[in-house]
């Protein structure tokens, strides 16, 4: 069978065309460039490798279509209108599997724990979010009214080694990697206890791939692609002083305060989003209908993207500090 993954360089992508590969699937990998993925493996040699770019190439959909894939994996569409242009180009065609990245980011803030991955009341904090959940009730719709063959997956937050994680204050900064890592003291919003959501790239790939192989389970159904756990800000910061042999020196600051001593606002505005929308995931059903087995903790995930930081360079520890 010919799939197609439209982003396939990325997070995700570099973990799902290997396993495709070697599943036998025929795999076509659109990227916007010759980028390398994350991860080196044998199998890209059998890749047939297309540049090709969305948002700029007007022959996008018709260049696709020319591909006659079974399956499509859309890991790269930000937007209900590009959700609206697949599929209208491959309903009635030979296509038996759309497959939709969404993101955690569509669940809003938590009411009821743990998320329900097939919650329709859904309500977005910005943008990012409010477009994802717009393709999902389309795609949902399209579904159930016209059997159009979508299923629709929710990484967390896409950890590992090789990219930025999400730090203990829900932001990219480095600075609290490195402070941690120096033992000195830092400072968390509220009382550290908000929940993030580190989730290896392979176990997203894993998602992804358990729903081609369970195709008859996965048709017009929606996934979390989660670990096991979810931690709090608390907890990662306490789990990183003891990474890096120190005792833990945390204190906590009000909303207000934590921004004034953080002291960049885009990056408090990140904090926001990430925070905001704490809450905890049950992967049963993911269990249950795609048989997903995560390989990955989310503290074995966040200890292969520390080392590769320090691996890098990007923080700087003394050898008895490990």
């Not at 994350?38 to 969305?54: G, M, S, T």
């Not at 939709?100 to 569509?106: G, L, M, P, V």
Request: hydrophobic share 35%; aromatic share 12%; proline share 4%.
């Amino acid at each position: 069978m010919k799939a197609v993954v439209i982003g396939a360089a990325g997070h995700i992508g570099t973990y799902l065309v290997p396993m495709l590969v070697h599943a036998g699937y025929e795999v076509t990998a659109i990227t916007r460039k010759m980028s390398k993925p994350y991860e080196e493996n044998d199998a890209w040699k059998q890749v047939n490798r297309v540049l090709l770019d969305r948002s700029n190439d007007r022959t996008f959909i018709d260049q696709l279509k020319d591909m006659k894939p079974d399956i499509i994996v859309d890991l790269v569409n930000f937007s209900i209108e590009d959700t609206k242009k697949m599929v209208e180009a491959f309903s009635n065609t030979q296509l038996s599997h759309y497959l939709y990245c969404s993101s955690c980011w569509a669940h809003g803030m938590a009411e009821i724990l743990p998320f329900d991955a097939d919650d329709l009341r859904k309500a977005p904090l910005d943008d990012y979010g409010k477009d994802k959940f717009a393709s999902e009730m389309y795609l949902k719709e399209q579904y159930r009214i016209n059997g159009f063959p979508a299923t629709i997956i929710m990484p967390g937050q896409i950890s590992g080694p090789g990219w930025t994680i999400i730090n203990p204050w829900g932001n990219t900064s480095m600075r609290v990697f490195q402070d941690i890592a120096d033992g000195k003291e830092i400072c968390l919003p509220n009382f550290g206890m908000e929940i993030i959501h580190h989730v290896h790239g392979y176990d997203v790939a894993q998602v992804f791939f358990q729903a081609i192989t369970h195709r008859n389970q996965a048709l017009g159904e929606s996934f979390d692609a989660e670990a096991e756990q979810s931690i709090t800000l608390y907890g990662y910061a306490k789990h990183l002083y003891e990474y890096f042999g120190h005792e833990p020196r945390i204190q906590f600051l009000g909303w207000k305060e934590w921004c004034e001593y953080e002291g960049n606002p885009e990056e408090c505005e990140h904090t926001y989003y990430h925070i905001a929308r704490s809450g905890t995931f049950n992967i049963e059903k993911e269990k249950r209908l795609l048989e997903y087995k995560p390989k990955y903790t989310n503290i074995e995930t966040i200890d292969l993207a520390v080392q590769s930081y320090i691996d890098r360079g990007l923080i700087l520890v003394r050898k008895h500090d490990l």
